[in-house]
């Protein structure tokens, strides 16, 4: 087969761009999908897009390439330049500017006119009648046209807006390149060059784009999905979006059928994502939010968003508890008890099925199959409180405090000392904020001792390393 530039499925071109030129420690041996003259051609495709930011490196296996970018010198993420490479038809190109010129503005026509009218441009290379109207039917679907019904004729016609996005180039610039799906940004501002420069710049996010507006569509219409990875495939209901601030990794918290509570998953091990029914149609959510009237969706709604914020009020950072949780199952001739397994709940990638972990809220549901009831049991909420030195004229130390926690309270205890207390899931997620007050933390109590003995390992190992 020919070697071509152009792409039909941006998900191979993904995980080879993330694999062999991000993470940049594979060779050419390492590329299992085909035959090594397809990672030829991968090679090749990818060099026509970012040829001018990559580099290798040589070991003894061979030589790797990899992407080299210093986000302190690019005004625009060159990775954005992947979806600018959908294949298409000879067809495909020719409807879209034949189409688009003669819906030119303030001009109407229904499907008859246009076929007449491409008819005299095309003559014997005109396609079908039902091509054509898919073609319309796909603009409207993307906005690119409008359609109105007249009588029992559809008229088509451009789109009507009035942007004028020379006012928005700087908001388009600075958007494009920190927001999620920027890569719409960028396609709005392809002719004018970037402006702004970031010294912590997280290009790798650009890849997740489809996956990620996928599910911003999902969220938007409140649908199930199903995720789709390369071992398993789970039905959630998605809810929101988690963007580090450290890394950049991008989460989903989301409602999981399978394992039945909130769970989060790494959008960089999503391969797809299939839209399903409404989420008041989903039978696990009814039992889980016990309520049955599924034509009052304004309850269901406030009962869903009641739910996500007691469960999002204890996390720190993507883990919904690391803790041994026992899952109870009675039944008429036995009793017997389950013991899961240890699991941050971050996304797990597991050749079988989903990490069994059981949910935050005591509940008993019966099972619609059987006479068993399943009582999950609660996930440990830790409890976290230090005490701070904070002198006379740092009132700043308290305003970074107010502003960099994630969860919790503080109160003032006398003069010069402020208390932080909190309950989450995993304490240890906060170790690193913890670090940033050394020297100023006087006591420190959790009921997680594995994060008072972390801390005072790193208190040590700081002593050792500044001989103190």
């Known amino acids: 087969m020919a070697y071509s530039e152009l792409i039909k499925n941006f998900n191979g071109i993904r995980d080879y761009i993330r694999s062999f030129y991000v993470y940049g420690f594979n060779h050419r041996n390492d590329y299992t999908q085909k035959s090594t003259r397809s990672y030829d051609n991968e090679r090749r495709r990818v060099e026509s897009w970012l040829g001018d930011y990559m580099t290798f490196g040589q070991d003894n296996e061979g030589r790797r390439f990899y992407i080299s970018v210093d986000s302190r010198a690019i005004p625009e993420n060159p990775l954005y330049r992947a979806f600018r ?6 067809k495909d190109i020719m409807l879209h500017f034949h189409i688009l010129d003669i819906l030119a503005p303030n001009h109407e026509y229904s499907v008859n006119d246009i076929l007449d009218e491409l008819y005299e441009r095309l003559d014997e290379n005109l396609p079908e009648e039902s091509t054509i109207r898919k073609k319309l039917s796909e603009y409207v679907k993307i906005g690119l046209i ?3 019904k007249q009588g029992k004729e559809n008229i088509y016609r451009l789109s009507r807006d009035n ?24 396609f709005i501002n392809s002719e004018r060059p970037g402006i702004f420069y970031f010294k ?5 996010n650009a890849l997740d784009s489809e996956i990620l507006c996928d599910l911003f569509m999902a969220v938007n219409e409140k649908r199930s999905v199903k995720l789709i990875t390369k071992k398993l495939n789970v039905k959630v209901f998605p809810l929101k979006i988690y963007v580090g601030t450290q890394t950049g990794r991008q989460y989903l918290l989301a409602w999981s059928m399978e394992i039945e509570r909130f769970y989060f998953y790494r959008l960089d091990l999503i391969e797809d994502v299939e839209i399903n029914e409404k989420f008041y149609e989903v039978p696990e959510l ?16 406030e009962i869903l968003t009641q739910k996500v914020s007691e469960f999002t009020s204890r996390v720190w950072g993507v ?20 013991e899961c397994r240890k699991v941050d709940t971050t996304f797990v990638d597991d050749k079988s099925e989903h990490e069994k972990i059981c949910g935050k809220i005591d509940r008993t549901f019966v099972d619609e199959n059987s006479e068993h009831k399943k009582v999950y ?10 005490t701070l030195y904070i002198d006379d004229g740092e009132e700043h130390i308290i305003q970074r405090l107010e502003r960099e926690k994630r969860c919790g309270k503080i109160e003032k205890v006398d003069a010069n000392h402020w208390e932080f207390s909190a309950e989450v899931f995993d304490a240890l997620e906060m170790l690193p904020f913890l670090r940033t007050f050394i020297g100023r933390i006087t006591d ?18 700081l002593s050792e390393m500044y001989k103190i």
Not at 85 to 90: C, E
Not at 323 to 329: A, E, F, G, P, R
């Open 286 to 301: 009814q039992r889980f939010m016990l309520i049955n009237d599924t034509e009052n969706q304004e309850a269901f709604t």
């Open 146 to 148: 409008e359609r109105e």
């Open 85 to 90: 490479t959908k294949s298409f038809t000879d």
């Open 200 to 204: 912590h710049h997280y290009i790798l």
């Open 444 to 461: 420190l109590q959790c009921s997680d001792e594995r994060v008072i003995e972390r801390f005072n390992q790193d208190v040590q190992a």
């Open 319 to 338: 883990s919904g508890g690391v803790d041994t949780t026992k899952i109870k199952v009675v039944d008429d001739n036995s009793e017997r008890e389950k």
């Open 163 to 186: 942007i004028k996005l020379e006012s928005w180039t700087s908001a388009l610039a600075f958007f494009s390149e920190i927001a999620p799906l920027g890569v719409i940004g960028s």
């Open 377 to 386: 049991g609660k996930i440990d909420i830790t409890r976290i409180n230090f």
